[in-house]
């Protein structure tokens, strides 16, 4: 089939999913109408943020066609290509990108800005995918799951190194749940998690107000499960080990706790209790949920929200943009939201389930999944449900970098799914 010929467009959007594809168009056209309310009907607003969010939209339009003209197979054939270029583009960025409030995140040139670790999360999954379904790949083998995880440890650490925490947990998120679609043990599964609980629990004396026997509970979590494993048989030498890796962990979190910036220290500390500090690192949770609940059941009207007018709520325009949606279109408004990722979500699992090809199964549920991880993790951020991190909401948020990395990522999804029968 020749490549931009008449036959090829009508087949392709013979073949596009309505299902997909909708919920992607509604999302695109409420964060183009948010992003011009929380910028140019403002107190100080102008139109120069909305045109960029235009043309952010027009070439992620660009880079969704070329992603879904590419074929499974191509596109698994050239991800080593891909992964390994992510991986150059992320340490350069160590070594040469831009600084912003801590951060080196940016790569500049001229008036070109590239945040490095948005791309690298599409090429990583695409990568890890195509690393999984190739032949002999059994999660069951040591050897593969080895690697496997080192494919995911390897971006993540690198992004933290910027620092990015919310970013960073993006790759283990994702690729946990593709190593789970492909068949990963559920024992394996728990051991791997283990040590993210010990490290949750013991860092509780660091970051929350709460008594100091409660940083100890790992203890007789890690006592339980080795005893677990012991039940089901494990030898003495394996269940050793799971002991030391979780004292290990327990006694690293204060250095990594102190290895922290202050303000990730700070969002960490007030995320039980914003109100204590309000004028500091609780400010934009307040402001965020004093924005959503202004919004009673109907919202204020579009433009009319005076959280966003008056620019009490910070980063409205960003990682805030769905205290925006609350405020002017209220509970039915950011339910409607909700709904439409919801509905993105589902198709996409079924989408993944109904594949025949196993790349392009496992690429689906990473995409899925990506998508899924941004919006749940910014959406409990502006309700106060989760740590504020600095992630935007998928094709909602002002975007650049992130905006054209999903739409790639939604292309790579209609590809898909106009392929899902081929092997």
């Not at 992320?90 to 995140?105: D, F, M, N, S, T």
């Not at 899925?368 to 919006?375: F, I, M």
Request: aromatic fraction near 10%; hydrophobic fraction near 55%.
């Amino acid at each position: 089939m020749r490549p931009g010929s008449a036959r090829d467009w009508r087949r392709f959007w013979r073949a596009w999913d309505p299902l997909l594809a909708v919920p992607v168009l509604l999302l695109l056209l409420a964060g183009a109408l948010t992003v011009y309310s929380a910028t140019a009907l403002t107190e100080h607003g102008g139109t120069e943020l909305i045109v960029r969010h235009l043309f952010a939209i027009l070439l992620g339009a660009g880079a969704a066609y070329l992603m879904a003209k590419i074929p499974p197979r191509g596109l698994a054939d050239f991800s080593p290509l891909l992964f390994a270029g992510s991986l150059l583009l992320l340490l350069l960025v160590l070594l040469a990108g831009e600084v912003h409030g801590g951060a080196r995140r940016w790569l500049a040139c001229g008036p070109v800005r590239l945040q490095p670790s948005e791309p690298a999360k599409l090429a990583f999954l695409i990568y890890l995918a195509h690393f999984l379904s190739r032949p002999g790949r059994d999660l069951r083998r040591t050897s593969v799951l080895v690697r496997a995880l080192a494919v995911i440890l390897v971006p993540t650490i690198l992004v933290l190194r910027q620092p990015d925490l919310g970013t960073a947990l993006a790759f283990p998120a994702v690729g946990v749940v593709m190593l789970v679609w492909w068949g990963l043990p559920w024992l394996t599964l728990g051991l791997l998690l283990s040590p993210f609980a010990t490290g949750i629990l013991a860092g509780l004396r660091y970051a929350a107000d709460v008594p100091a026997l409660l940083g100890w509970l790992w203890v007789p979590v890690t006592a339980l499960g080795a005893l677990w494993l012991r039940r089901r048989g494990t030898g003495w030498v394996l269940v050793g080990a799971f002991v030391l890796l979780q004292l290990f962990v327990a006694l690293e979190v204060g250095r990594v706790w102190n290895g922290l910036e202050p303000y990730q220290q700070a969002r960490l500390r007030t995320f039980m209790h914003p109100e204590r500090d309000p004028s500091g690192a609780g400010y934009q949770v307040i402001q965020s949920k004093i924005a959503i609940g202004s919004g009673c059941t109907l919202g204020r009207g579009f433009g009319l929200g005076s959280q966003k007018a008056l620019a009490f709520l910070p980063r409205q325009h960003t990682d805030f943009i769905y205290s925006v949606v609350g405020e002017e279109f209220g509970f039915l408004g950011a339910t409607l939201v909700l709904g439409l990722y919801g509905a993105l979500l589902l198709r996409g699992c079924a989408l993944a389930r109904r594949m025949r090809s196993p790349f392009a199964s496992l690429a689906t549920i990473g995409v899925t999944t990506l998508v899924g991880y941004h919006a749940a993790v910014n959406i409990g951020m502006t309700l106060g449900l989760m740590p504020v991190t600095g992630l935007p909401l998928p094709l909602l948020s002002y975007g650049g970098s992130f905006l054209v990395t999903m739409m790639a990522a939604v292309g790579l999804l209609l590809g898909m799914a106009a392929r899902r029968y081929e092997r």
